[in-house]
């Protein structure tokens, strides 16, 4: 389905799927499954890919089927996170989908909280996304915590994705609904209609090259570039355990770093156009000179990840051309996002 102008698009029902992707996750599994079985309203249907986790995550997924309308699919082997994502997308119908990482738990009116707030705002039809405040967790139980994950995705001139407020607590500023440049793929509920409308012709929801890391900054952007918008609201709340990290930097695994560095170059490639690299000098190029620098010196193991992103350049620059080729805003309404470095839009009268 493709999305016509923004008078055509339809608020819809309220009804919502969950996908959710795992690997080694049997430990914060129950936690979390235990609070997808409390949501209110409940998803019409919980669709859990395991993608060859070596601790038995499937079978405590599986163990919950009493329970929820769950549909388990099983992957011999680890695919990544987006293509997981994308498998568990072709099952259901519902007009909107929940994202939710196994480590990740929702407070029971989560759901209810966001579909309120995309309900309060007279242009809803135009909403892609809406995400919530998420805190850190604790321990394998899920335990809340007051420090903030996430409350909203914002981003930089430089061409960073942050969660925003993420390692800090919670303050005024948090506590009120704004517009964000997108929302994390820990707990972030899509319009299907707008997922829809952003597919590549390869029936790609998430691009699939980047297998794990910056893939929901990727679909954030392309879906700024078709007008549709994200909703962060702040009553809505859910923890997340959060293994990785950003303020851990460079002391995060090797492995995450060299696909860190190649995605990196491989979202820009996909998205930013003329007008975003004039608007952003010299910040992007200053940073790429710095993670360049840091591939050759202090990071080497993440140099790999350079070549892995000039290995994909073809098939990044098939996408970028899809991807401009249908922009429906002006070049400088995306690029604003990144201009004000972590700005957010207020939302009128809150």
Do not use: K
Not at 10 to 17: F, P, R, T
Not at 123 to 131: A, D, F, L
Not at 146 to 156: N, R
Not at 264 to 275: E, G, K, P, S, T
Request: aromatic residues 8%.
């Amino acid at each position: 389905m493709s999305a016509g102008s923004s008078g055509e698009r339809g608020g819809g029902a309220a009804g919502y799927d969950l996908v959710m992707v795992t690997h080694g996750h049997a430990a914060t599994l129950p936690a979390c499954l235990e609070a997808v079985a409390t949501l209110e309203p409940p998803p019409a249907l919980v669709t859990v890919l395991d993608n060859a986790s070596p601790d038995g995550s499937a079978d405590t997924v599986a163990a919950f089927g009493g329970r929820l309308p769950l549909r388990l699919l099983r992957s011999e082997v680890n695919v990544g996170f987006a293509a997981g994502i994308n498998r568990c997308l072709e099952e259901g119908s519902s007009p909107w989908v929940l994202l939710l990482n196994p480590d990740c738990a929702p407070r029971s009116d989560y759901v209810a909280r966001l579909l309120e707030g995309v309900a309060a705002r007279s242009s809803g039809h135009e909403i892609g996304s809406v995400t919530g405040l998420l805190l850190r967790a604790s321990g394998p139980g899920l335990e809340a915590t007051d420090t903030v994950d996430a409350a909203g995705m914002v981003v930089t001139p430089s061409g960073r994705h942050i969660d925003r407020g993420a390692g800090g607590t919670e303050g005024p500023r948090l506590r009120r609904p704004a517009w964000v440049f997108g929302g994390t793929g820990a707990a972030t509920l899509f319009r299907r209609e707008a997922l829809e409308d952003v597919r590549y012709p390869d029936g790609q929801v998430l691009a699939e090259s980047f297998f794990a890391y910056r893939e929901d900054a990727e679909l954030a952007w392309r879906l700024q570039w078709r007008g549709w918008r994200c909703l962060f609201v702040p009553v809505a709340v859910a923890v997340h355990l959060r293994g990785l990290r950003p303020e851990r930097g460079r002391r995060q695994p090797a492995a995450v770093n060299r696909l860190s560095v190649r995605n990196r170059f491989l979202l820009r490639i996909h998205c930013a156009d003329l007008h975003w690299h004039l608007a952003c000098l010299p910040w992007w190029l200053l940073r790429d000179l710095a993670v360049t620098g840091a591939c050759l010196t202090v990071e080497r193991g993440s140099l790999p990840g350079l070549a892995e992103a000039w290995r994909g350049r073809r098939e990044a620059l098939l996408r970028r051309r899809w991807v401009l080729g249908r922009r429906r805003v002006p070049p400088r309404r995306v690029a604003r996002w990144f201009r004000r470095g972590g700005w957010v839009e207020p939302v009128e009268g809150s």
